[in-house]
């Protein structure tokens, strides 16, 4: 499995930008379907944006849509995560996964996850 390194969560105020890195310890980093997820205290685990393993960024949760941009750095094998316009339900911790393909990534399926890094906004 791919080990993943996340950081850069914070407590922030509404309106406020982070972002938020996910290292991948894979040198075929590019091979796989990467993405976030976030989970609210006492909350499932929700989808938030992801990239195809052929490179493609997937449809955002609406509830994120035109203000978090996903984005590879191959070179650096790292996955961020931009969220501007935070709003206090952004709150949660933020989940970094990989997965072969991009359906088994939104169905858990065989998941590489990192340990999550908090993001708290406050209003």
């Known amino acids: 499995q791919v080990q993943l390194v996340e950081s850069g969560g914070g407590l922030v105020q509404a309106g406020d930008s982070l972002r938020l890195s996910c290292v991948a310890s894979?040198?075929?980093?590019?091979?796989?379907?990467m993405g976030w997820f976030r989970q609210a205290q006492g909350q499932e685990r929700k989808f938030v944006a992801a990239?195809?393993?052929?490179?493609?960024?997937?449809p955002y949760a609406d509830s994120v849509k035109g203000r978090f941009t996903i984005s590879p750095d191959h070179a650096k094998k790292t996955l961020y995560l931009q969220m501007n316009s935070l709003k206090p339900e952004d709150t949660g911790t933020y989940y970094c996964?990989?997965?072969?393909?991009?359906?088994?990534?939104?169905?858990?399926?065989?998941?590489?996850w990192g340990q999550g890094t908090q993001v708290t906004v406050s209003s």
């Open positions: 894979e040198r075929t980093f590019s091979r796989y379907a």
């Open positions: 990239v195809s393993s052929d490179g493609v960024i997937v």
């Open positions: 996964a990989a997965s072969a393909t991009y359906g088994k990534l939104l169905a858990n399926n065989g998941n590489s």
